[in-house]
């Protein structure tokens, strides 16, 4: 998709979480990434590689969790992972599912080098797990 | 609890299965790290906006349709078709995305109010440019808001327009294999509309393949089969449009 601007978005989100910490500090940014965003692991490595010296994040890695796709049955309650985009339960065989992980991009922690203070960072809440929540109210 | 990374472990990590350039790993020296747990969606705030938007659309009783499919399935002529079946009787309007030129706006403006948004390039239509063609429309007491996208499967499958339904069409000359080749699209729609069922007779198009191959993807589509050229099938659509605002109306009052 578009992992520029993407990626854009993660490192100006680490750099405001991470305040008062600089930027220069901050050794790996670990993130979960999963197979409906729609969002290719390989360009959004490349897209890190290009932009962090520019966003001051000199030192840092980035680690990316490579989700798979699961999902849970309405019906019959039993979880499982979706394979090619097959969203059928494999134990009932309805279609009625809902997506438990892997359409969300997540900036998951960082790493920080520990001579730098220690801040207490609010637990941000898991906003809503699929975009399809939003929808059928 | 701290984490400690060699600089090695690192590399490996940020490395695996990637062809990325070494990174500038002399840089990491013994030094103890600390890891701060933040666990937020990158997309969070862009989601959140698009849910408070959709919120006010309901409140004022407009239905929001996000149209979306390849260039050429029939998105402007399902518009005409729908607003000359309801021929004034329901208040409508269309935010009509394209790269460049008026020419969609144009075509609907003798039937419709509507605006014309030119992305200048972009390949989807994103939640600002929505805004602002809503602030040039002539009124804000719409029933039904269409917004026609860009005609693309792929990157308007993730962003949210504010829309409370996302309706995808596909064309009989398209093909009936593109549900499982952009499943994004197809798994966060609603509805899909198989278009131009008139040329059935003359292109090798299999509308119960194309409906099984997507239902595999999403279970609850409903499916309509629309000629807009010849009317077949708009009844049905102006309906389940019906349907779908009663259904939004009775979760607001819920609310």
Known sequence: ?137 | MSNRHSPTELIEETLGGGSMPPPESTLIQDTISRTVQINRDIAAQRKQAAADLRSQFSRRGTLVINLVSSPGAGKTSLLEATAKHWAGRRRMAVLVGDIATERDAERLAPFTPVRQLTTGGACHLELELVERGLAQLPQADYEFLFIENIGNLVCPASHDLAEHRRVVLVSTTEGDDKPGKYPKMFRTSQAMLVTKTDLLPYVPFDVQAVVEDARRIQGQLDVFQISSLHGEGIDAWCDWLEQQRQQMLRAEVKT
């Open chain 1, 1 to 137: 998709m578009h992992e520029i601007s993407v990626v854009r978005s993660l490192l100006s989100q680490v750099i405001e979480a991470a305040q008062p910490i600089a930027a220069a500090d901050i050794r790996v940014i670990r993130v979960a990434l999963g197979p409906l965003t729609g969002v290719e692991p390989i360009l959004v490595r490349q897209a890190f590689h290009n932009l962090k010296n520019a966003a001051g994040l000199i030192a840092c890695e980035l680690a990316i969790d490579e989700l798979n796709l699961t999902a849970i049955c309405i019906d019959c309650q039993s979880a499982f992972e979706v394979i090619d985009f097959i969203f059928r339960c494999p134990c009932c065989g309805c279609n009625s599912v809902r997506i438990t992980q892997g359409d969300e991009f997540r900036l998951v922690s960082i790493d920080v080098n520990e001579e730098t203070p220690v801040i207490a960072l609010p637990d941000q809440a898991a906003s809503e797990f699929a975009y399809e929540s939003g929808k059928h109210e």
